[in-house]
T-cell receptor
């Protein structure tokens, strides 16, 4: 099966500019996640969608970050305006069953979008 | 508040020997624990998981051990191979909120 697709792979912008990342999850996966991975840290969940509804966005900096998942498939993560500390890899992941009823909730990750804010 | 901790940033082992990667957690509500492997410029890939009702799970060269009383788990790789060189992340999830909380990762280097 095709994996999780993300674009762009790399983006360099100046602070206060805006940027958008796109994610196409594995077909049939109901749950979609955006994680932020800062260099030297583990991935941190920004937002979780179940179909096109938000399940958890408690760690999303809502003053500058926004995300949507129209029609319950593709998703876009936007940062506006960007700050220096937003430099990170933005990982999109999807899972078949976000409730974990069938056991461990195994996420499949995309390759990530690396953002550098100058 | 770091709920999942990997205290060793790096580990170096010889090919053919055992690699042991450690992970500690603070939240006793975690139900599942997972290990992910990450190569440079790629996303993390799932390796192995264990439920809190078990103390061991094995898959080929990879075995995960869980000690609930110590809130500690470990990943054993036997025998280690150069292709195992990667960053290994420990992750945990709890209850009906199945988001994963990750540790900072351990860079494993397997020397030929």
């Amino acid at each position: 099966e095709a994996g999780v697709a993300q674009s762009p792979r790399y983006k360099i912008i100046e602070k206060r500019q805006s940027v958008a990342f796109w994610c196409n999850p594995i077909s049939g996966h109901a749950t979609l996640y955006w994680y932020q991975q800062i260099l030297g840290q583990g991935p941190k969940l920004l937002i979780q969608f179940q179909n096109n509804g938000v399940v958890d966005d408690s760690q999303l900096p809502k003053d500058r970050f926004s995300a949507e998942r129209l029609k319950g498939v593709d998703s876009t993560l936007k940062i506006q305006p960007a700050k220096l500390e937003d430099s990170a890899v933005y990982l999109c992941a999807s899972s078949l069953d976000g409730t974990g009823l069938s056991g461990a909730n195994v996420l499949t990750f995309g390759a990530g979008s690396r953002l550098t804010v100058l | 508040d770091q709920q999942v901790k990997q205290n060793s940033p790096s580990l170096s082992v010889q090919e053919g020997r055992i690699s042991i990667l450690n992970c500690d957690y603070t939240n006793s509500m975690f139900d599942y624990f997972l290990w992910y492997k990450k190569y440079p410029a790629e996303g993390p890939t799932f390796l192995i998981s264990i439920s809190s009702i078990k103390d061991k799970n094995e898959d080929g060269r990879f075995t995960v051990f869980l000690n609930k009383s110590a809130k500690h788990l470990s990943l054993h790789i036997v025998p280690s191979q150069p292709g195992d060189s990667a960053v290994y992340f420990c992750a945990a999830s709890k209850g009906s909120n199945y988001k994963l909380t990750f540790g900072k990762g351990t860079l494993l280097t397997v020397n030929p």
